[in-house]
């Protein structure tokens, strides 16, 4: 079993920034793949923004390109997701997520809400 602790996100104004924090906790962590953040926007289908790999190797969804960065700390199995230069659009439910096997975990989601 895992589980996937999100904290971070809030509000904040277009230009600014904000990192939102996940921490993997429970049994044989070391089967996890890949961590990543997904976000969800009212109507709007859940999307990929970035994903790291326990490697190291990262993809980003092209709209958050030269503005998010994302990052993991494997003592801590811990994945943040720094977030700079912020826009409306951006505003969303964001879910950690860990790849361990063949399995999908979720986080409980943090709301991130950028104001114009």
């Known amino acids: 079993q895992v589980q996937l602790e999100e904290s971070g996100g809030g509000l904040v104004q277009a230009g600014g920034s904000l990192r939102v924090s996940c921490a993997a906790s429970?049994?044989?962590?070391?089967?996890?793949?890949?961590m990543g953040w997904y976000r969800q926007a009212p109507g709007k289908q859940r999307e990929l923004v970035a994903s790291?790999?326990?490697?190291?190797?990262?993809n980003y969804v092209d709209s958050v390109k030269g503005r998010f960065t994302i990052s993991r700390d494997g003592a801590k199995n811990t994945v943040y997701l720094e977030m700079n230069r912020l826009e409306p659009e951006d505003t969303a439910v964001y879910y950690c997520?860990?790849?361990?096997?063949?399995?999908?975990?979720w986080g409980q989601g943090t709301q991130v809400t950028v104001s114009s």
């Open positions: 997520y860990a790849l361990r096997g063949s399995r999908l975990v």
């Open positions: 429970g049994s044989m962590l070391f089967l996890i793949v890949a």
């Open positions: 790291i790999t326990s490697g190291g190797s990262t």
